[in-house]
């Protein structure tokens, strides 16, 4: 006798409740998974922002003093700090002439390292013949092969940031006047804050082809407050226009005192002006700094046109941003901090000590 056993089938409703529990799983994991790789991000935020402060320390201990937020060049600090952070290469290819070739198209004024052009010679920014650009497809030239400010290294990129190819641009420089020269001031601060033949107008971001060409920056030093808007501002900084401070003597304390500060950038509508497509807009490694006076980042995530590029702030869970101390510490922020009390920890010397400033998770 030959006997046939039925195989047994799941029935649709079976199926839908597995289906459905999957589900439920995925959505309960999926959360926990996230946080995980933010809790990473940060941490390998944390460690850049660490190596940043202990390259400006190392290079405090072989020239007794802190780089400069920016120099007559408006070269920011992190290109002199490019050997402590085996970037020897990059280093060796960037111009910190201080009196430049003659500008063939800005004249006596193109001084700034964006804005340079050495016939014949290495440039640190492609060379922009016909400025401004308004073609977003205009081609970089070559040679050079590689330009003084070209490149992208892991330790200037906050993880949880858009991508460097995911943004539009990077910022040169912030160009504002701390006072114009005989205005009130406090000591060896008066004057005007920059270059000669330089004219203040705001963040200034790479139109193209250069925007193309420089790298890509998610760290900025912390220059205080901007005396344009504080003529009497006692909230300078350790790194400001052509500083000459030094870890090895902050009033305030090391550990009270900001050194280097997240800038995850922003969202601006350019509408292709300057050759530049509407989009995320970050740093680049030569700007020197920004200034605490714009207060905290709040709204990052909002692709608005009209936030995030003018301020640190980051795209961490929360918008916590990341702090490196100049005793080498980093500690977070929240972006809804005390606006007196970030600009008390931005200064250096104005006799605010504030203490416990870790925030969130």
Known sequence: MLRSKAKRAF????????????????????????????AANRMSCSNNLHQIALAA??????????????????????VRLLPYLEQNAQYSLYIFDVTPAYDPILGGGGIVYYNIYNAGAQWDVPNQTNRPRTNSTDVVPRPPAIYGCEGNFK?????????????????????????????????????????????????????????DVVGRCNYLAVAGECRRYAPYNIYFGLEHFNSKTTIGRVPDGTSNTLLFGEYAGGWINWGGSGGIPSGWNTGHWSCGFDYSCFGLDTNINMNDGGHGWWSFGSDHAGGLIQFAYADGSVR?????????????????????????????Q
Not at 12 to 35: D, M, Y
Not at 177 to 193: L, Q, R, S, V
Not at 335 to 357: E, W
């Open 11 to 38: 029935t649709l409703i079976e199926l839908l409740v597995v289906i459905a529990i999957i589900a439920v799983l995925i959505g309960l994991l999926l959360p926990a998974v996230q946080k995980v790789r933010e």
């Open 57 to 78: 320390a190392n290079y405090d201990s072989a020239f007794m003093k802190l780089p400069p937020g920016t120099d007559g060049r408006l070269i920011g600090p992190l």
């Open 155 to 211: 330790v200037f990129h906050c993880p949880s940031a858009p991508a460097p190819e995911e943004t539009v641009s990077g910022m040169l420089a912030c160009n504002y006047i701390y006072n114009k020269p005989g205005d009130p001031g406090t000591g060896p601060f008066d004057g005007f804050w920059g270059p000669i033949g330089v004219t203040a107008g705001g963040h200034t971001f790479s139109a193209a082809p250069g925007r």
């Open 332 to 360: 977070k922020l929240s972006p809804q901090v005390d606006f007196g009390t970030f600009l008390a920890l931005s200064g250096y010397m104005d006799g605010v000590v504030v203490q416990n400033q870790d925030q969130g």
